[in-house]
């Protein structure tokens, strides 16, 4: 079974930082996508960032110099690294991985979802 473990959120003051932990287990091939988006209260849910197998990586506009996206292949796990929050970066984190099994199909799976609070 495909399980995706998420850590790291909590409740941060405006200009502190966190970093968000993923990671994969079960019966995974390949991993083409790591990534992370975000819901907020009465928002839907955007794009923060991801990285794909080839080390590429994606930024949502907003993020961009104050996030950074990473993988450890071997580990099969992602970080989110963030600086400088904000209060409109208040939102349920959520990771996301697509890929391929072996001789099958492609994927995407969800983590449960991490809340990271950020406060004046």
């Known amino acids: 079974q495909v399980q995706l473990v998420e850590s790291g959120g909590g409740l941060v003051q405006a200009g502190g930082s966190l970093r968000l932990s993923c990671a994969a287990s079960g019966s995974i091939a390949y991993i083409n996508a790591m990534g992370w988006y975000r819901q907020a209260p009465g928002k839907q849910r955007e794009l923060v960032a991801e990285?794909?197998?080839?080390?590429?990586?994606n930024y949502a506009d907003s993020v961009k110099g104050r996030f950074t996206i990473s993988r450890d292949n071997a580990k099969n796990t992602a970080y989110l690294q963030m600086n400088s929050l904000e209060p409109e970066d208040t939102a349920v984190y959520y990771c996301k991985i697509s890929g391929k099994y072996y001789f099958g199909n492609p994927y995407v799976y969800w983590g449960q979802g991490t809340q990271v609070t950020v406060s004046s």
């Open positions: 990285i794909r197998s080839g080390g590429s990586t």
